[in-house]
């Protein structure tokens, strides 16, 4: 019998996160106020976050402990197994190894708690009663659900309305788990009258959302704001997943010659990859690729420049690969990857081509989503879909070259809840988005007012 | 740090599934040819199923090897982890320990899986080339599609109509494992055209798909029926539940007081309890309770008797216990646990007292349900509520005696796909159904006529 998973012992869980700002070659550049162009002062983040992860968000110290009662939460379902699609390098006839890491045995179903959970234990710590945040395909809505419900915080989720009345599973989920969830735009914001008063009939949008949220969260008692991605203590968080990988592969003697994620806002892709960047630094041969949708495009064609995080401007200005604030993704089925920007510090380490990046179009991802399930049997979300045709490229590669190649895949999520993707596929009725040319000058022009890096 | 979970790796899962008939102190009583009151003849069986699975449902071997590659199969998602609900202890503040084994993390979602690669790997073997079963609320008939995809069969399921419109979702999770999926009753079969000539409009019934899909396979070349509980050999294949349990627990040097897992036709509750119930016939003092809903009470006030397994009677007569072959349970979000009869091995241990059966009504199993998800985590299914409601009953009673009582849950699948019952009970639409004393009369008198046992 072949040995088909690697599996961790509770109390084999890493007790730390691993913080790349320690070892970057190049550190991050800092988030500048947009009104002065100066660094933004720690403590104006603190109507927004709490201070204890506002700290965190500037940490300098390579291990942080993982506080005892974020350890006991996580142990919920993890560590995480990792597995060896067997299945699947039959049918592609390569010689390669693909080890994938199951981050969909999450209760919510993806990577999203590792974070959600440390973000609901530090707000508690710091006597916040209540979070907010926003939700487009409702991934991160309903993790921080889950995650609120366990510390005992309220959570009121902002989705975006056209979402919410696509996807009223993801809703259910939220409501489960205690949190409420409303369309977005809502008359209870102003952000979200004004939306409102102009275009009753609004779909809404991820960037109306945010400004909701965080509306609500500076105006109202006890409250913070949580976001689920792009932020550097919600990569620290994530590198769970990749530290338990790295046991788990010691444990049968190997190292990826190549590790792939998907990468959205960054967070899925940090968690798997910054273990992997630390080695590379350290002077250990290792390919490190995320995966994008060619209809968002930001490491592969976004320029690096100081732009914000969200449409109405309400972010500080950050550093990193962006496509415009102001752009508009296509109606991807991969919601999780639809966002205008990166984390700095995945950007970053694109810069210093330590990572490296590739662009998927939405039919072939979900032809290898499609060739996953019908293989391994687990039915992966729309996003993961990307890193798997990814993750198959390398595979054929391997084949072509004759290489026993070790390819380590981060699975972020399964797909339940997001089958009717596989139905348009299934009856043909998906398409390609590219991204032309003229967008990445305008957005080039769009950022000419703001400092340069 | 207090450990949560037990896991095995690989190498540690059983390699043969046990067979309770070698041990039953009272040997099963034999099905029978309706028309001529005799045992049924093996070979009558062989239209519907293949030889291979008819033999195995008549073995008397205690322990039969399970093949290579359905070991191999298992593995993609087996051993499932055995996990101490602790957050739920606290919640119960009971001194109880509540073990759960995860049947959820398959790519089904449920223990389905387990016979479904069985059955799919024996048809493959006798040169069987398609399948076709019927499925109610769909559990069963996307397990099936996968082990089909699995072997390369091909798999035709008729789902009751009502459920086809009502949970497109998982008509979605079969048609992405390949499988054809259609709306019972259809034009493509004698019984299914009967109906719609008569009844254009019929929601159609479990009692309806079964017969087409019996049908369908008679009449086809190459093709066998396939069924997803009741059956000797389906809770034979769900042996690996238990068997992994035992092992788990003796890791941790503990033994369960009690065994809890909800029942519908009885492969879920045979896979966890049957290892225990051999125990037990050695001497061994546990008490292992099957939970069933109060709207379908067939353990524990239907009589035992020579029934049909399907509405259209075209099974033989088993010895079971009943409700009779033309009850039609009451809508129960619970669709796995709408079966008017029980598996024969369960229900003659049920007659010898080696288990215990109690019955929970729908508002006391979304309720713990509920309690579940926002302590837990995971959102169990609509059925797996049922057994959670007796295991905090047991859990409580225990906090009354004062007693450390060790639990063991058989945690059938998570509730993601069954979302909808879940916001019923959110919104106060959800009401219990009693089972009246009249219609045990009318099922008695209508099992007048049969054999008796």
Chains 1, 2 share one sequence.
């Not at 070790?406 to 596989?422: A, E, T």
């Amino acid at each position: 019998m072949q040995d088909c998973k690697v599996v961790l012992q509770d109390n084999e869980i890493p007790r730390q996160w691993y913080n790349i700002q320690a070892d970057m070659p190049t550190p991050l550049s800092p988030p500048l106020n947009p009104g002065t162009g100066e660094p933004i002062n720690p403590e104006d983040l603190g109507a927004v976050f709490p201070m204890n992860l506002v700290e965190q968000e500037m940490a300098q110290e390579r291990w942080i402990d993982i506080p005892e009662p974020v350890l006991e939460k996580l142990l919920l379902w993890r560590p995480s197994p990792l597995q060896r699609a067997r299945n699947l390098e039959k049918a592609l006839g390569t010689p390669a190894k693909i080890y994938y890491k199951n981050e969909g045995v999450s209760p919510a179903g993806s990577h999203k708690p590792n974070s959600a959970i440390a973000q609901a234990y530090y707000n508690k710590e710091f006597g916040i009663k209540r979070l907010t945040t926003e939700t487009g395909a409702g991934q991160w809505g309903s993790a921080l659900s889950f995650a609120t419900q366990q510390f005992g915080l309220e959570l009121k989720v902002y989705m975006v309305r056209v979402s919410f009345e696509q996807k009223p599973f993801r809703k259910l989920m939220m409501q489960t788990w205690g949190a409420e969830c409303v369309p977005s735009p809502t008359m209870d914001t102003n952000a979200g009258r004004a939306v409102l008063a102009e275009y009753p009939d609004t779909p809404g949008s991820l960037g109306i959302a945010i400004s909701e949220a965080i509306e609500d969260a500076v105006t109202s008692e006890n409250t913070r704001y949580s976001l689920g991605s792009v932020l550097n203590f919600v990569c620290l968080h994530q590198t769970v997943i990749g530290l338990e990988a790295q046991k788990q592969m010691e444990k049968i003697q190997l190292y990826p010659d190549v590790v792939v994620g998907c990468v959205g806002g960054g967070s899925n892709f940090a968690g798997l990859a910054l273990p992997y960047v630390r080695d590379k630094i350290h002077g250990r041969e290792v390919r490190i690729v995320a995966a994008e949708p060619t209809a968002c495009p930001t490491l592969t064609r976004g320029p690096y420049a100081y732009d914000f995080g969200d449409l109405a401007k309400t972010t500080p200005l950050l550093p990193m690969n962006t496509l415009g604030h102001d752009f508009i993704p296509a109606p991807l089925h991969a919601g999780g990857l639809r966002y205008h920007g990166m984390s700095p510090i995945i950007s970053r380490l694109s810069q210093d081509h330590l990572i490296e990046a590739t662009a998927l179009n939405q039919l072939d991802s979900y032809a290898a989503g499609m060739l996953w399930a019908r293989t391994e049997g687990f039915i992966p979300a729309p996003e993961t879909n990307h890193a798997i045709a990814a993750a198959i490229q390398e595979a054929e590669r391997a084949r072509e070259e004759g290489r026993e190649k070790v390819i380590l895949l981060g699975w972020s999520g399964h797909g339940l809840m997001d089958l009717k993707g596989y139905e348009a596929y299934l009856n043909d009725e998906l398409t390609n988005y590219e991204y032309p040319q003229e967008m990445i000058e305008k957005s080039l022009q769009a950022l000419k007012d703001y400092p340069k890096l």
